[in-house]
T-cell receptor, first 114, second 115 residues
Framework: DAKTTQPPSMDCAEGRAANLPCNHS???????VYWYRQIHSQGPQYIIH???NNETNEMASLIITEDRKSSTLILPHATLRDTAVYYC???????????????FGQGTILTVHP | EAQVTQNPRYLITVTGKKLTVTCSQN?????MSWYRQDPGLGLRQIYY???????DKGDVPEGYKVSRKEKRNFPLILESPSPNQTSLYFC??????????????FGDGTRLSIL
């Protein structure tokens, strides 16, 4: 699985958009980009994933660059409850038989302040 | 409600006393996995299962056993626990063994302390 690089911490004002970057320059052509978050010591929570196209769901948007070497998770209107560690993970194998292992890095600690 | 349930949530025990952490999912998922989380080391996979009676080692399997006799259950067994197994443990599941493009659902965690 490709490795990812994320800033260790970021701050965001409540109500503003939070943009969390992730570099994955060694991603292979069929690997997905996943985002999870972990609030305190709770179980990681799935947010969104994508392969090549930008994706949006009720929680967030995922912007993947055309060369797929980096991506940005966007929380459009951050709230205090979005304070968490955010993990960017690449893996899986579209059309293949990857067994779904997630390799977690250190993630980005996002602090949303009033 | 779709969920992954782990029990117990907290356990303090002593070295060498066998223990089992249960994991159950109600989503008919084929793939299940165990992770441990330690400060500075992130989440690391212990074992995974692609379906009933199919299990394999992850990155840190030493000192652990698992079984998958039923689709919904994937217990983690510590036959002779040691202090270095003190950690926060998570069970996860996803719909297909392939996993690609499938979100994984995590339980709320089990905090084990081995004295």
């Amino acid at each position: 699985d490709a490795k990812t690089t994320q800033p260790p911490s970021m701050d965001c004002a409540e109500g503003r958009a939070a943009n969390l970057p992730c570099n994955h320059s060694t991603i292979s052509g069929n690997e997905y980009v996943y985002w999870y978050r972990q609030i305190h010591s709770q179980g990681p929570q799935y947010i969104i994933h994508g392969l090549k196209n930008n994706e949006t769901n009720e929680m967030a948007s995922l912007i993947i660059t055309e060369d797929r070497k980096s991506s940005t998770l966007i929380l459009p209107h951050a709230t205090l409850r979005d304070t968490a560690v955010y993990y960017c993970i690449v893996g899986g194998n579209a059309g293949g038989t990857s067994y779904g292992k997630l390799t977690f890095g250190q993630g980005t600690i996002l602090t949303v302040h009033p | 409600e779709a969920q992954v349930t782990q029990n117990p949530r907290y356990l303090i025990t002593v070295t060498g006393k066998k223990l089992t952490v249960t994991c159950s999912q109600n989503m008919n998922h084929e793939y299940m996995s165990w992770y441990r989380q330690d400060p500075g080391l992130g989440l690391r996979q212990i074992y995974y299962s692609m379906n009933v009676e199919v299990t394999d080692k992850g990155d840190v399997p030493e000192g652990y056993k698992v079984s998958r006799k039923e689709k919904r259950n994937f217990p983690l067994i510590l036959e002779s626990p040691s202090p270095n197994q003190t950690s926060l443990y998570f069970c996860a599941s996803s719909l297909t063994p392939g996993g690609a493009g499938q979100p994984q659902h995590f339980g709320d965690g089990t905090r084990l302390s081995i004295l």
